[in-house]
């Protein structure tokens, strides 16, 4: 059975969410399609001492403040997930839970969304699916010999199962360093990163970094030379928990290991380090592979853009994807505008 829609969303995250608040307010028909069984997308996967790194009034999506946490300055992941559960409902947004898009073809002058549980028919398609279902593991020498416990950011519940243990974090952003100060206590912690740690100061948050962000787009865009946008701030916010473990001494770096061995880790000069685990907080990719049919990835495997828009295939946008999409689009307080954005193109798309 095909199913009609004037917009699709695929992705019921605050990326999609965001989307829908702007669709609905423009009057545009549309549902969201999204494989969880409940709301709160990937937020609801994360380790339980996870904090943002803005305070809730700069954590929140277009239309609703997120309510302060209490005892909390940087809300954690249950109130967050709390948060976009209260969100949906509020807007009475269409989402339809359980359903996983496989694949998107062009049917003429509409798309075609493929689901497990039959087909769409829709003039325009918001993607939304994100990065978490698609981590990133570097090409280390000798992963595939070391014989402890390798995992994903993805992967990380806490610090119990680790107790005692010889960890090694990889990364220096702020899950590994929030990894890191989690694990730091409990453990025979060994933190690695690219290079030596960059702390933001103490009074910078993640509302500060969108300005940083979007003052870079705006110079960009204008023609005008590279502010360095977040990057010139630092890698690492210093939420609560990493404070405590940097000044507490418990937050040493290392430079990056040049292999893994059957035991542990191996330095360029010949330094080891045993390990029963190693926690890969390295990153992800955009989650596209549903679009596959439609060849628009060019040799870097990257779907070109303007805005939000696919530039080959103007009745598809992309939402929330880091900087492929808009400044810090992939944060509850960056998707905003470009969802904005989006939506007002469709409109326009729609009514051509």
């Not at 019921?12 to 423009?26: E, F, I, K, N, V």
């Not at 390990?275 to 990257?302: K, M, N």
Request: charged share 20%.
């Amino acid at each position: 059975m095909t199913r009609h829609a004037g917009v699709v969303v695929i992705g019921g995250g605050q990326s999609g969410l965001a989307a829908g608040y702007h669709l609905r307010r423009l009057g545009i028909e549309h549902v969201i399609l999204d494989a969880q069984a409940g709301a709160g997308g990937a937020w609801q996967h994360t380790w339980d001492s996870l904090r943002l790194f803005s305070p809730a009034a700069y954590s929140s999506l277009p239309g609703r403040f997120m309510p302060v946490q209490d005892g909390e300055v940087y809300p954690d992941a249950a109130h967050v997930v709390s948060y976009l559960a209260d969100y949906e409902k509020r807007y009475e947004l269409p989402v339809q839970r359980g359903a996983w898009v496989g694949a998107v073809h062009r049917d003429g002058d509409h798309l075609r969304v493929e689901t497990d549980s039959g087909d769409w028919r829709a003039r325009a398609v918001i993607s939304a699916t994100g990065t978490w279902t698609r981590p990133f593991l570097p090409s280390v020498p000798g992963r595939h010999e070391f014989r402890g416990r390798q995992l994903h950011t993805v992967q990380y519940l806490g610090p119990a199962e680790f107790a005692g243990q010889r960890v090694v974090v990889v990364g220096g952003g702020n899950s590994g360093a929030q990894i890191a100060a989690d694990l730091a206590p409990s453990t025979e912690l060994t933190w690695v990163t690219q290079r030596p740690p960059r702390y933001l100061a103490d009074d910078i948050d993640g509302r500060a970094l969108f300005d940083a962000a979007t003052a870079r787009r705006k110079a960009l865009d204008a023609g005008s030379s590279d502010t360095g946008g977040v990057a010139s701030l630092g890698d690492i916010v210093a939420v609560p928990p990493v404070r405590a473990a940097r000044d507490a001494g418990l937050l040493h770096a290392e430079p990056m290991f040049t292999r893994l061995t059957a035991a542990g880790v191996e330095w360029a000069d010949g330094t080891t380090a045993e390990a029963d685990a190693v926690v890969w907080c390295t990153g992800f990719r955009p989650a596209l592979a549903h679009f596959a049919s439609l060849r628009l990835r060019g040799t870097r495997g990257h779907i070109a853009t303007v805005g939000t828009r696919a530039a080959d295939e103007p009745r598809l946008h992309l939402l929330g994807y880091g900087d492929l999409t808009g400044p810090a689009s992939a944060t509850l307080i960056g998707v905003g505008r470009p969802a904005r954005d989006a939506a007002r193109e469709i409109a326009n798309l729609l009514g051509s």
